[in-house]
């Protein structure tokens, strides 16, 4: 058993990286992969853990994409896309120095962010945020999030995102995002594969989602989360099938985030996720 998306204290997660590694073994996982939104600088200390508990490491991240255009016929793109790179390792190359340019585009959103919440009344600042987060290059909307939850504004973290931060919403700031096609380039120059998560999350129905799905595998993604802690067995299959039928890997992960998304838990998602060790080979297959 594996799990692919994990987020830890370095974007949004509420665990640091390390532990992240250990609630993994506890979980009975083989391989692990830590995925914080646009940065590596979790997996050193991930790695240590993971050499002393004896789970393999898979280094990666998290990359927002802007909604490519959808097929031709298909509805506008209304849910996020994002995409999961893996075999990435901190230091030089193309995708990591695009990732600085990333964090740096983030941190000029949530100023703005904080800023537009102070003018829209809800009583939160950046301090209070930045208290939420412990450091600014950790900050994600998840931390305002839980701000508001504590001045009052939203009753949890869900209600925040549907009353103030989700796109749309009063106090939602877009921050600069590549294409998926750009991300799988930097990923394979870098040394790395890309995938796109949690599909359903585009918003789109199965006959459209499987025509982006084909122009994405065209464009260089290698693989789909097929395997998602909060998809129902039916979209699950439904998932694997549209991956063997663009050649692509269907991966799986529980996109642990700790107490930001309660009820998740490493390996096992909801209690019925399992990732089987053979993903990780077929991603390996599919490298440079």
């Known amino acids: ?4 998306h994990t987020h830890s204290t370095v974007s949004d997660g509420s665990e640091p990286p390390g532990r992240i590694v250990e609630l993994a073994a506890a979980a009975g996982c083989t391989a692990m992969a830590l995925t914080d939104h646009d940065s590596l600088a979790g997996v050193d200390e991930a790695g240590r853990v ?3 508990v004896g789970v393999r490491l898979v280094p990666g991240c998290e ?3 802007r909604k490519p255009a959808p097929p031709p016929g298909a509805p506008r793109i209304e849910g996020s896309v994002h995409v999961l790179v893996y075999f990435v390792e901190p230091g030089e190359g193309p995708l990591q120095e695009e990732l600085v340019k990333l964090r740096g585009d983030r941190a000029v959103r949530n100023q703005e962010l904080a800023a537009r919440l102070v003018d829209l009344g809800t009583g939160v600042t950046y301090e209070d945020v930045l208290a939420e987060a412990g450091d600014e ?3 994600g909307r998840p ?4 701000a508001l939850v504590k001045a009052g504004a939203a009753e949890d973290i869900d209600d925040a995102f549907d009353r103030w931060l989700a796109d749309g919403r009063p106090g ?3 921050k600069a995002r590549l294409d998926p096609s750009d991300v799988a380039r930097l990923a394979r120059q870098s040394g790395g594969v890309a995938v796109l998560a949690h599909p359903l999350s585009t918003g789109l129905g199965p006959r459209h989602l499987e025509r982006l799905v084909a122009s994405l595998a065209e464009g260089g993604l290698v693989g789909i989360e097929a395997v998602y802690s909060s998809y129902t067995p039916d979209q699950r299959s439904i ?3 549209m991956a063997a039928r663009h050649d692509l890997v269907a991966t799986g992960g529980s996109d642990f985030h700790g107490s930001f998304k309660p009820g998740l838990f490493v390996g096992t998602g909801r209690g019925d996720l399992n990732v089987p060790d053979e993903v990780l080979e077929s991603l390996e297959e599919r490298r440079g």
């Open 1 to 4: 058993m594996i799990d692919l």
């Open 50 to 52: 993971a050499a002393a």
């Open 63 to 65: 990359v927002s994409c």
């Open 137 to 139: 290059g950790g900050i």
């Open 143 to 146: 931390h305002f999030a839980r």
């Open 172 to 174: 939602y700031v877009p």
């Open 239 to 241: 998932l694997r099938r």
